[in-house]
Each structure stands twice: as C-alpha cells, then as structure tokens.
C-alpha cells in the first residue's frame, strides 16, 4: 500500500526525522516529527506530499495534537495555513514560538473538503 511522502521543515530544525504511523493515508493520519538542531519559528514543520494529486484542493486540514510534547505546545503553536494546501499536499507550519530541539512531537491531521 502506497502512503503519502513526509519532509521535515527547517520549523523541525536541521537534521529532523519525518515519518507517518501505519494506516495513515492521504485524507487522515498521524504525523510523527522528531526536531533536530536548532528549529526554527514561524516556518515550515513537515510537508505531506498526497500520493496522488486531487481534482481539487481540500478546504482545510484539521490538526490535533495526539503526544505530550504536541499538547503541551497547545493548538497555537502549529497549524495548517490555508496557502499551505493544495492538490499535491500541505505543510505544518510553527508559530512564532520555535519547537524544542530533540523532541518527538505527533499530530493527527483529517483533510476536509
């Protein structure tokens, strides 16, 4: 079974480790970032790549933190901007405040269209 392609951002720091736990698919999953270096606010976390482009671009992509280190970050310290998502895919992007290095961090994210 095919799944979608994850990279990490400079938001996840250099050095970072992307990857999506079992079953999840281009329309809902979990993301799994593992931050590195010195990560940087206010920029791109991971980019999902969809295993194969839609007709159209979803509407929004819903986010929640599904791990300790996400949670603690509350939903303002990551999101989806809307010019993030496309027919090919979308970034998580980092807020003003910077994730800390050396940490596992997991969202779940559900695609609406």
């Known amino acids: 079974m095919s799944v979608p392609g994850i990279t990490p951002g400079p938001g996840a720091g250099v050095g970072a480790a992307a990857d999506l736990t ?27 790549a969809f295993i194969e482009a839609y007709e159209s671009a979803p509407i929004s992509v819903a986010i929640s933190p ?29 807020t003003g405040i910077p994730l800390a290095p050396g940490l596992e961090y997991q969202w779940a994210y559900t695609l609406k269209f």
């Open 22 to 48: 079992v079953g999840s698919r281009d329309d809902a999953g979990i993301l799994e970032v593992t931050t590195a270096g010195a990560p940087l606010a206010s920029s791109a976390i991971v980019s999902l």
């Open 66 to 94: 599904v791990n300790e280190a996400a949670a603690q970050l509350g939903q303002a310290s990551a999101y989806v901007q809307a010019s993030g998502i496309s027919v090919l895919g979308f970034t998580l992007t980092s």
